[in-house]
Structures are given as structure tokens and as C-alpha cells.
């Protein structure tokens, strides 16, 4: 990018830029360097923006934590309608073909990542811990709503359901696992409440 070109929404063509390397060749990849090749800018336009590579990393990572709060709003949408393993599978396939596995490999990565993130986010891994949340809060409501036993311990259904898929999709090689594994994942867990 040529010196004075103006470059619209900086922030957010860097984490996409982020985001693109990060899916392609993960966190041994994700460099300041190849962050701003990626966007096509200079190095210095991510230092005039963040304060150094780890600040920048924990900005990307909290935006795509927030990218949550849309599909946690569908997912509660959706209790009451549909089945439950096919909402749950389709939200966890959703979170798991995003850039949440890689982002879970970047932060289990990078030490300073972690403890600048310590002090924004509730403890546990970011994104897998909001996304524990997330299904809590829709099992929760399909309980109320009596599509899940009364005695359905949703605080340990979730995190079951979130390390499960977690597992399933961890394998950043392979193709992402057939829906039907999916399914038969959360039915394993749900089906039974």
C-alpha cells in the first residue's frame, strides 16, 4: 500500500486479514508481517493502530468473541421450534467451522496473548468459554420450555457439548467432520434428557 492511501475501517481489515491467515496456515503463521501482507498495507499501519502484535492479537480475539452474540441470539430464537440435537448441531457446526478452532490454538499458543486476555474475559479458553454460555443459555430455555428433562444439568451439558465438538473439529488437516458425526455427537449427550 503506497504511503497516504487511506485505508477504510483499518482495525477491521486487519483482523480479517488476521482471521484469513490464521484459517490458512494457523498460529505458528500469524505474524505482524503476515498480518499486513495479507491486508496488502505496511507494517506500520498495525503499529499506529495497536500498541504492539500481542495488543493487536487481543483486540482480534475479543471482536470475534463478540461476533458471538449474533449466533447466541439465534440460538435462543430457535429453542421451542425445530429439535434440539438439530439446533444444537447446527450451532456447533457454526462455531466450529468459524475461526473459533484456530483462535483456541492462537491463545493456547501465546503466553502474553493469555494474560492480556485474562484481565477482558472470564476465566477458561476465549470462545469456547463463550460459547459454553451460549448453549447453556439455550438448553436452559428449552428446559423451561420442557423440551429437556427438568433434571438436565445444563452447566454440565454444555461444556460436554462444546469439548465434544471441540474434538471433533480440532483437526485443522482434515476436512471438517460430517454433519451426521455431528448429530450423533449431540444426540450422545442431549439425547437422553
Do not use: W
Not at 454460555?133 to 428433562?149: D, Q
Amino acid at each position: 500500500m503506497p504511503t497516504g492511501v487511506s485505508i477504510r475501517d483499518v482495525r477491521e481489515q486487519l483482523f480479517a486479514a488476521a482471521e484469513r491467515v490464521l484459517r490458512r496456515a494457523g498460529p505458528n503463521a500469524l505474524t505482524s508481517r503476515a498480518v499486513t501482507d495479507e491486508a496488502v498495507c505496511a507494517k506500520g499501519v498495525l503499529h499506529r493502530h495497536f500498541d504492539d502484535f500481542d495488543a493487536f492479537l487481543a483486540e482480534f480475539v475479543l471482536a470475534r468473541v463478540n461476533r458471538m452474540d449474533a449466533e447466541a441470539a439465534a440460538l435462543l430464537g430457535s429453542a421451542g421450534s425445530g429439535t434440539v440435537v438439530d439446533n444444537l448441531t447446527g450451532a456447533l457446526t457454526a462455531l466450529f467451522e468459524s475461526v473459533a478452532v484456530s483462535v483456541v490454538a492462537l491463545v493456547t499458543f501465546r503466553d502474553e496473548l493469555r494474560v492480556r486476555l485474562r484481565d477482558a474475559l472470564p476465566a477458561g479458553v476465549p470462545v469456547l468459554t463463550e460459547a459454553a454460555v451460549m448453549i447453556a443459555a439455550y438448553l436452559t430455555a428449552e428446559r423451561e420450555l420442557g423440551r429437556l428433562a427438568p433434571e438436565a444439568n445444563v452447566d454440565v451439558l454444555a461444556p460436554t457439548l462444546i469439548g465434544a465438538a471441540h474434538m471433533l473439529f480440532a483437526d485443522r488437516a482434515s476436512a471438517p467432520p460430517e454433519p451426521d458425526s455431528v448429530r450423533r455427537m449431540v444426540f450422545t449427550v442431549v439425547g437422553g434428557m
